[in-house]
C-alpha cells in the first residue's frame, strides 16, 4: 500500500494493519507505526517498508463527564467528532490546531497547537492520562503521576513509544460555538510586534497572515493581516452556520501556487475588507479555514509541497524572522499560507514537544526540486543562528543534525521508545 502524508511528499509503501486488531504477542516482522487521518506533513506519519497500524477503529467515546469536563475517547476519535459531541453540552477542546480533521492520538503525538498558546500552552499540557500499548510491556498506564517519563516522552514522542489506546483531556467551558474575533492590518515587522503585544493581553487567540513575497519594493516589507478572537458569551441573534462545501476535485499537472498568480492574490487578500470592531464568527469558519475546502492539498499539483515551520527563540526572534522573510521574497518562491505566531512561555509539555517560549513561522512552497532545496538551506541556517528548531510534524527534510540541534532530549527520550515502533522521520534524522 502507498500512503504519503497531507503535503504527498514523500510518497511510501508500507503494509497496513487495523490498530484494534494490535496484539504483542504476534507481531509482524518489521517496524511499526500507528497511523489516524495522515494530516502531518512529510513523513513522521510514515514507515516505509515497515507496517502503519490505522486507528480510525479506535474511535469510541470512554466517559465524558459533563460537570467537569473531563473526557476519555480512544486514540482514533478524531477532533471533529470530539467537538460534535463536547460543543451543545458547553464544553470545547482546550486546544486546536488549524484543521479539526485529526485523531486525539495524532494531537497527542505531534503535541499539536493553536492560536491559543499564549494563554492555554500546547494540546499535551491538558492531557491528564494515557493508556499505551507497547510491545514490550503490553498495556500501561501513563500519567504525569504514574509512569511520568513514559507520558512526557509520549507527548510529542511522534508515536513512538507505543500504540496510544486512549487520552483522557480536560475540556474548557463555552457558551455556544460562536466566537467574537476582529482583525487588523499592519504594515511591517514593527507594526507586528507592537500589535501583538496589545492583542494578546486581552485576546486569547491570536494570528497573523504575512505577505511572504513583500520585498519592500513593490510592496510594503513585513506586511500582513492580524486577527484574535475568543468565545462568545452568547451566540448572534439569528445565529446560522453553513459550512462551505468546496473542494478541489481533481488533480492538476502542476502546482496552481505560482509567482505572479501569487502575487496577486496576496494584493487582494491584503487589501480584502476588514471589521476592525468584534463580531461573530462561527468557531469552525474561523478556527478552521481550509476545512471548508476538502482535499485543499490538491492545489499544489501532482509533485506536492513543503511546509516550513520554525520556532525562534524570543531574543532572536526579531531579527531572524525578517531574514527569514527576506530569503523567501528574493527567492521568489512565496506561500499564501503563511502565518506568524507568538508562542507563550509555558515550558514544553512532552520531551520532543516543538512548542516552546518565542515565535513561529509556517509557510508552504510548491516543489520546484532544486531550488525549493536550496531556499530551504538558507532558511535552515537563519533557523540554526538563531538557536530555533523545525516542527517534525510539518517536516520531509530536515537533516539528523538539524533535528538533534533544535531537540536536545532527544538521547533521553530514545530511551523510551517503543524496541518495534518506528517511522520513516525517526530513522532519517538520528541515522
Given at each position: 500500500m502507498t500512503t504519503s502524508g497531507w503535503n504527498r511528499i514523500p510518497r511510501v509503501q508500507h503494509a497496513a494493519h487495523s490498530a484494534p486488531a494490535f496484539r504483542p504477542d504476534r507481531l509482524p516482522d518489521g517496524p511499526l507505526l500507528a497511523h489516524g487521518m495522515g494530516r502531518?506533513?512529510?513523513?513522521?506519519?510514515?514507515?516505509?517498508?515497515?507496517?502503519?497500524?490505522h486507528t480510525r477503529g479506535l474511535d469510541r467515546f470512554v466517559e465524558f463527564d459533563t460537570d467537569t469536563g473531563v473526557v476519555t475517547a480512544e486514540a482514533g476519535v478524531t477532533l471533529d467528532e470530539l467537538l460534535e459531541l463536547s460543543v451543545p453540552r458547553g464544553w470545547f477542546p482546550p486546544v486546536v490546531p488549524g484543521t479539526r480533521f485529526v485523531t486525539l492520538g495524532g494531537a497527542v503525538a505531534n503535541d499539536v497547537h493553536g492560536k491559543n498558546h499564549h494563554?492555554?500552552?500546547?494540546?499535551?499540557?491538558?492531557?491528564?492520562?494515557?493508556t499505551l500499548h507497547r510491545s514490550d510491556a503490553g498495556r500501561v498506564e501513563a500519567s504525569p503521576e504514574h509512569n511520568p517519563r513514559w507520558f512526557a516522552a509520549t507527548i510529542g514522542g511522534l508515536g513512538l513509544t507505543g500504540l496510544i489506546e486512549t487520552v483522557t483531556l480536560q475540556l474548557v467551558p463555552v457558551s455556544s460555538a460562536w466566537m467574537s474575533v476582529w482583525s487588523e492590518?499592519?504594515?511591517s515587522l514593527d507594526d507586528f510586534w507592537a500589535l501583538d503585544a496589545r492583542a494578546r493581553r486581552e485576546w486569547p487567540y491570536t494570528v497573523a497572515w504575512i505577505d511572504c513575497l513583500a520585498d519592500g519594493h513593490r510592496q510594503p516589507a513585513g506586511r500582513g493581516i492580524y486577527s484574535a478572537g475568543r468565545h462568545a458569551v452568547t451566540p448572534p441573534p439569528r445565529a446560522r452556520f453553513r459550512e462551505s462545501r468546496r473542494r478541489v476535485p481533481v488533480d492538476p499537472p502542476f502546482s496552481l501556487i505560482n509567482g505572479p498568480g501569487l502575487r496577486v492574490f496576496n494584493e487582494l487578500y491584503f487589501r480584502q475588507p476588514l471589521r476592525r470592531s468584534p463580531h461573530p464568527a462561527h468557531h469552525r469558519g474561523w478556527l478552521f479555514?481550509?476545512?471548508?475546502?476538502?482535499?485543499?492539498?490538491?492545489?499544489?499539483?501532482?509533485?506536492?509541497?513543503?511546509?516550513y515551520q520554525c520556532v525562534l527563540p524570543e531574543r532572536t526572534a526579531r531579527d531572524a524572522v525578517a531574514e527569514l522573510l527576506r530569503q523567501i521574497a528574493r527567492s521568489g518562491q512565496g506561500s499564501f499560507l503563511a502565518v506568524l505566531k507568538t508562542f507563550g512561555r509555558q515550558p514544553p509539555a512532552g520531551m520532543l514537544s516543538f512548542p516552546r517560549p518565542g515565535t513561529t513561522l509556517a509557510l508552504d512552497f510548491p516543489d520546484r526540486g532544486a531550488a525549493t532545496h536550496a531556499l530551504f538551506e538558507r532558511l535552515d541556517r537563519v533557523v540554526r543562528e538563531a538557536h530555533g528548531a523545525l516542527y517534525p510534524a510539518k517536516d520531509a527534510r530536515m537533516s539528523g543534525a538539524m533535528f538533534r540541534a533544535g531537540f536536545p532530549e532527544w538521547i533521553e527520550f530514545a530511551k523510551l521508545t517503543d524496541p518495534q515502533f518506528s517511522s520513516s522521520f525517526w530513522r532519517r534524522v538520528t541515522a
Open positions: 502531518s506533513y512529510g513523513d513522521c506519519c510514515l514507515n516505509a517498508g515497515g507496517h502503519l497500524l494563554v492555554a500552552g500546547s494540546f499535551g499540557a491538558h492531557v491528564q492520562r494515557l492590518r499592519f504594515h479555514p481550509l476545512d471548508g475546502i476538502r482535499d485543499w492539498n490538491r492545489i499544489y499539483g501532482r509533485r506536492g509541497f513543503y511546509q
